[in-house]
């Protein structure tokens, strides 16, 4: 899963979520309508949570 994050000045919004960074892409031009030319946007890849901790497992134990 993926979601899309737009930053407008002090205004962020998160946006999804979308099953492929291309889906993110393809909304992208229909959301950037409603903010300023000066918009800032990223694409970021979602993680299960049981992944993230089984991340901190190895992290722990590698100290």
């Known amino acids: ?25 393809d909304d992208l031009d229909r959301l950037l309508e409603r903010f300023g030319e000066r918009a800032r946007w990223q694409i970021h890849a979602l993680e299960a949570p049981h992944e993230v901790m089984r991340g901190s497992d190895h992290l722990a134990a590698a100290a």
């Open 1 to 25: 899963m993926y979601l899309l994050t737009i930053r407008d000045g002090l205004v962020t919004r998160h946006i999804g979520p979308y099953e492929s960074p291309k889906q993110a892409s």
